[in-house]
Structures are given as structure tokens and as C-alpha cells.
């Protein structure tokens, strides 16, 4: 999964980072970080601050290794962190609430469920049900349901049942435990992270 771009002369190995020579090969959607105010100047000449490492919104640059180490090492870990928290901010999360939802509000959310295309979920070891497409994620707590007298494995059954549904299992985590962890552990963001990943 990629979650931002670096530019440099020389190759920087990142996971879930490009890695290019040029601005405009770059993926506009993502964070981009330039390695190099020699780098940065004859890119953007006068219109950069060496005072301001932020050129625009998503734009950041810093000093290259033989520049500047400190600053190098300092500025790469905090682009890394400002991008993997980032992962998920496009994304809206709604709950479910069957227990204090109201009726007609949990109606709607059940009916966008099964109108989804192609959903992909993913059962939590506490039992949450989340449910990806269309920039939605969808939070079902199975324990409730059980709790409630639906059983999960009928709300499992009509969510598989879902035109393109794949249903995530355990072993989805261990291959996206190491971004989870980045992320202050949102499993919620899992079926997002397979569906733009590496993993299928």
C-alpha cells in the first residue's frame, strides 16, 4: 500500500512509499516529501524559504543526508508518521448502533449496506463487523447482535452474500499488523488497507 511520495537523487527504500527523481512523475493523491534543498531549489528556484520546509498542503521538503543529517532523519521520520496517520482521513466511518440507534437511522444504514457493490469486511477478534466500499466503513458489533438475539452468523451470511463481497479472516491481520500499529491500531481500517494493498 502506498501512502506517499519521496523524490530523490538518490534511492531512499521505504515501504509504502514511491520513490522517484522527478516532481512530475510524482502521484498527486499522496503526501510528497523532496530530499535536498539543492534538489528543492532547482525544482522550485525562488519561490521555496529555506526557513519553511512546507512549500504547499501537501508538499513538504528537507535537507539531504550529506546536507544536513540531522535534519534528514528528523524530517523523514515525521513525513512517515504525518502520512500513516493520514491513511483513512478520506475515508467516513459510521456505527451501527442497534442497541440506542434510532429506528429509522439504522433502517438507512442496513439498506446502504446491502445496496453495496462491492464490499469488503472483516471480523475483529472482539467481533466487530467492518464493511469497506465507496469510501464508507461500516461498524457492526456482533457481541450486541448476539446479545439482541440476531445471530452473527446470519448477518455474516447476507453481507457474503453481497454482489463482489470478500469476507476477511484472522490472517488479514498479521499481513497488515505492522500499518495497524502505525495507525494507533484502527482495525476498522483493515478492508480499506487490503482493498488498496498488496495483500490480495
Not at 521538503?61 to 508518521?81: H, L, P, Q
Not at 467516513?92 to 433502517?107: C, E, M, Q, S
Request: glycine content about 4%; hydrophobic content about 35%; some cysteine.
Amino acid at each position: 500500500m502506498k501512502i506517499g511520495n519521496i523524490i530523490s537523487d538518490s534511492k531512499i527504500i521505504e515501504d509504502n512509499f514511491n520513490h522517484y527523481n522527478e516532481i512530475s512523475q510524482i502521484d498527486n493523491d499522496f503526501p510528497t516529501l523532496i530530499i535536498g534543498w539543492a534538489k528543492t531549489k532547482e525544482i522550485y528556484k525562488d519561490k521555496v524559504s529555506i526557513l519553511h520546509k512546507q512549500i504547499s498542503e501537501n508538499l513538504f521538503w528537507t535537507f539531504s543526508e550529506k546536507e544536513r543529517k540531522v535534519d534528514f532523519e528528523v524530517d523523514i521520520e515525521s513525513f512517515k508518521n504525518n502520512c500513516y496517520k493520514k491513511i483513512g482521513d478520506n475515508l467516513h466511518y459510521v456505527y451501527l448502533d442497534i442497541l440506542h440507534g434510532k429506528y429509522k437511522i439504522n433502517k438507512k444504514i442496513i439498506q446502504k449496506i446491502y445496496s453495496l457493490t462491492s464490499p469488503v469486511s472483516y471480523i475483529s477478534k472482539n467481533n466487530m463487523l467492518y464493511i469497506f466500499n465507496e469510501n464508507l466503513i461500516f461498524g457492526i458489533d456482533l457481541n450486541i447482535c448476539d446479545f439482541i438475539g440476531v445471530k452473527k452468523e446470519k448477518i455474516i451470511g447476507r453481507i457474503t452474500s453481497l454482489p463482489n463481497s470478500l469476507l476477511l479472516g484472522n490472517e488479514i491481520f498479521n499481513k497488515c499488523k505492522e500499518i495497524i500499529k502505525k495507525i494507533d491500531n484502527k482495525e476498522r481500517l483493515i478492508p480499506y488497507i487490503y482493498k488498496n494493498g498488496e495483500y490480495n
